[in-house]
């Protein structure tokens, strides 16, 4: 699976503690094996994210994300629940 990355998330990953990156990674290389793997908690989003999608890193942290087709993923965001 093709993940890119935008300048949007690439601003917001410099942002987080050390140890959310490490996790983050990890959790990236379940999600590239299997975007809907139940350690994931990946769902839809509604309202005016309708057409996103989102993972969790931990309790606190998200990636939201796009499917753009069956082998390409756009990551917009990575935080907190104040992502949403």
């Known amino acids: 699976m093709k993940i890119i990355y935008s300048p949007n998330f690439r601003r917001s ?7 959310i990156k490490i996790l983050a990674e990890k959790k990236e290389r379940v999600f590239r ?3 809907f793997d139940k350690s994931l908690e ?3 989003l509604h309202g005016r994210l309708k057409d996103f999608w989102s993972f969790s890193i931990n309790n606190r942290y998200r990636i939201i994300f796009e ?3 069956e ?3 756009h990551f917009h965001t990575v935080g907190g629940h104040d992502i949403y």
């Not at 990953?13 to 140890?19: I, N, S």
């Open 13 to 19: 990953y410099k942002k987080l503690p050390e140890k």
């Open 33 to 35: 094996k299997n975007p």
């Open 42 to 44: 990946t769902h839809k």
């Open 67 to 69: 499917f753009t087709d």
């Open 71 to 73: 082998n390409t993923v």
